[in-house]
């Protein structure tokens, strides 16, 4: 019974360029969320979804971020042109509805050059 | 004002210890209440699910909630150096607010 699948578990990306990270959810879950852990800080919610819709991104900067959740496939989180405050780990949580506890991958850990 | 506020540490006590882990919370329509534990370079792992005042029980955890004083705990009975990691607790709702994480240590 697979958990949450992140990947890449580690991503090296200059400046200006593009970031893809994916997020498969458990077997069973339909709801996806986003959170960024910046270092020494606490996690923090990004984005929430459901298959093909976005419920809730309020806390996803309103540029250069993005996130889908395909009828069919992992969830991505888009971080394009990248710049050096973006380096963070990114986790992904899976729920089986919005008011079941979420279960988290392992994270992507994000480092701008 | 943050949703949930929690004990920052570190902590470090000895193996067979009481940890005792301690949150506030504001809003005091919240009802569900997690803890999760966190290993280095790991995702949070949901140890703790509670619901509404009183104790739960799982094994050596008992996590506690007084909801007259907004107060959530997690308790590690009979503490193990395994139990070394960062504890966070969250409160209700989809969008999850965690407190910033204790980081114990239990010592050998």
């Known amino acids: 019974n697979a958990g949450v699948m992140q990947n890449p578990r580690h991503l090296v990306r200059r400046r200006g360029q593009e970031a893809r990270l994916r997020c498969s959810p458990m077997k069973g879950h339909s709801h996806v969320y986003w959170y960024r852990q910046l270092p020494e800080e606490g996690l923090k919610f990004m984005v929430y979804?459901?298959?093909?819709?976005?419920?809730?991104e309020s806390g996803m900067p309103k540029e250069r971020f993005s996130a889908e959740f395909p009828k069919e496939g992992p969830s991505i989180l888009r971080i394009q042109q990248v710049v050096r405050g973006d380096s963070a780990a990114y986790f992904c949580?899976?729920?089986?509805?919005?008011?079941?506890?979420?279960?988290f991958g392992d994270g992507t850990r994000l480092s701008i050059l | 004002q943050k949703e949930v506020e929690q004990d920052p540490g570190p902590l470090s006590v000895p193996e067979g210890a009481i940890v005792s882990l301690n949150c506030t919370y504001s809003n005091s329509a919240f009802q569900y209440f997690m803890w999760y534990r966190q290993y280095s370079r790991k995702g949070p792992e949901l140890l703790m699910y509670t619901y509404s005042s009183g104790n739960k029980e799982d094994g050596r955890f008992t996590a506690q909630v007084d909801k007259s004083s907004k107060y959530i705990s997690l308790f590690i009975r009979d503490s193990q150096p395994s139990d070394s990691a960062t504890y966070l607790c969250a409160s209700e709702g989809y969008k999850l607010s965690f407190g910033a994480g204790t980081t114990v240590t239990v010592r050998a």
């Open positions: 949580a899976s729920s089986r509805d919005r008011n079941q506890p979420q279960h």
């Open positions: 979804l459901q298959k093909e819709n976005i419920i809730d």
